[in-house]
Structures are given as structure tokens and as C-alpha cells.
């Protein structure tokens, strides 16, 4: 069965700063994608970045950026310039690729961010 | 505008009073999903949806029910609440195929009195 891990139940990062959440993954799947969701208090669950196992090269979108670590089972999201905005709870999450829908979520990291 | 909406955002039930939780989209889209989140735990999947096609997770206690009417339409059946379901259920929904992502809803947070 596929786990994830994040070990980092809290972290906190100083607005401007960079930040580095950690996430571990298990599987014996070869093709599988991996997804970072930001929660924020009181508002719905969104989407900040996917990863697509079978692609080398690690995802950007603006501010946020993974090191996809495939042969570690490794998923870190790394959040440059940090601003208020980001404080959140962030979810790792994998979904394998083919004939299924199911998104395993890691048990989450909560993000502050200090002016 | 909202897309998929949960209500209501806040709910208050009885020890062992069946409650209906419910969820609806304007994404079209044939995949919903319900999750119950516990305070400091993972999002865990109850079911989904695939169109009409009901999938149960295994470790889903029979306590719990679902119900989709249409596209449009999911609800969240607990027929005895206990103490231990009080949580947030978070909806969300996607479309199936390569690559997509998933939308959630604002969440219901379930309180058991």
C-alpha cells in the first residue's frame, strides 16, 4: 500500500525567506503523480503544484518549486520569497496514474510566516 | 465563484442522530469524492464516485453512506453519529484522466454532542 510521510508537523519561515517542506513517499508503482496542496485556516484546500513521476525535471509555478527525488521516494516543496499569504497547512499527497482516483494525503505541515 | 460547495459549513448533531451532509459542484465533473479530516491527521478518503458508480474504501465503517442524485449532487450520510466521527468532511471533486487535479470545498466541520 502507498504511504506518505511529512515529518515536519510545523515550520516557520520569516516573510521574504525561503522555506523547505519535506515529504517521503512509499510505493512499488513506476508511473505515479504527487501533488502539493495548500489549506488554508478556515478556507478550502487547493492545489500549489503536481509532479509527474515519469518527468525528470522538477515543477515550477512562480514562488513554489519541488526537488523530486524519485530514486529516494522524495517530494519537497521549496517556497521562495515567502509572504504572509503562504501561512497554510500544506499537504503531500500521491495518486497513482492509471484507473484510479484516489489522492493519499501525508498528515500535513503548518506553515507560519513572520513579518 | 464558488465550485464546489459544502453545506453547511458547520453542523451539530446529537449522539446517534442520523445527520446529511451535503456537497454540489458546477465543474461537471464525474468523479466526488468525500474525506473525513481529524484534527491534526491526513485527509482520509471515505468513497467516491466514478459517474454513478459507487466505490467504497475498505476501511469505511458502515456507519457511513452516501448517496450522488445527479452530476451535480453529493450527500454524506452518518446514520448514528458517535463521538468519534466529529471531524471536518471535506467534498472534492475531479475529473478522471491523466494529470488532474482535484477541487475541494470549503469542508462541514461535524461536532457531536
Known amino acids: 500500500a502507498q504511504t506518505v510521510t511529512q515529518s515536519q508537523p510545523e515550520m516557520s519561515v520569516q516573510e521574504a525567506e525561503t522555506v523547505t517542506l519535506s515529504c517521503t513517499y512509499d510505493t512499488s508503482e513506476s508511473d505515479y503523480y504527487l501533488f502539493w496542496y495548500k489549506q488554508p485556516p478556515s478556507r478550502q484546500m487547493i492545489l500549489v503544484i503536481r509532479q509527474e513521476a515519469y518527468k525528470q525535471q522538477n515543477a515550477t509555478e512562480n514562488r513554489f518549486s519541488v526537488n523530486f527525488q524519485k530514486a529516494a521516494k522524495s517530494f519537497s516543496l521549496k517556497i521562495s520569497d515567502s509572504q504572509l499569504g503562504d501561512a497554510a497547512m500544506y499537504f503531500c499527497a500521491y495518486r497513482k496514474i492509471q484507473n484510479t482516483d484516489k489522492l493519499i494525503f501525508g498528515t500535513g505541515t503548518r506553515l507560519q510566516v513572520f513579518p | 465563484d464558488a465550485m464546489v460547495i459544502q453545506n453547511p459549513r458547520y453542523q451539530v448533531t446529537q449522539f446517534g442522530k442520523p445527520v446529511t451532509l451535503s456537497c454540489s459542484q458546477t465543474?461537471?465533473?464525474?468523479?466526488m469524492y468525500w474525506y473525513q479530516q481529524k484534527s491534526s491527521q491526513a485527509p482520509k478518503l471515505l468513497f467516491h464516485?466514478?459517474?454513478?458508480?459507487?466505490?467504497n474504501e475498505a476501511d469505511t465503517p458502515d456507519n457511513f453512506q452516501s448517496r450522488r442524485p445527479n452530476t451535480s449532487f453529493c450527500f454524506l450520510d452518518i446514520r448514528s453519529p458517535g463521538l468519534g466521527d466529529a471531524a471536518m468532511y471535506l467534498c472534492a471533486t475531479s475529473s478522471r484522466g491523466m494529470n488532474t487535479e482535484a477541487f475541494f470545498g470549503q469542508g462541514t466541520r461535524l461536532t457531536v454532542v
Open positions: 464516485y466514478y459517474d454513478k458508480d459507487f466505490n
Open positions: 465543474l461537471n465533473h464525474n468523479v
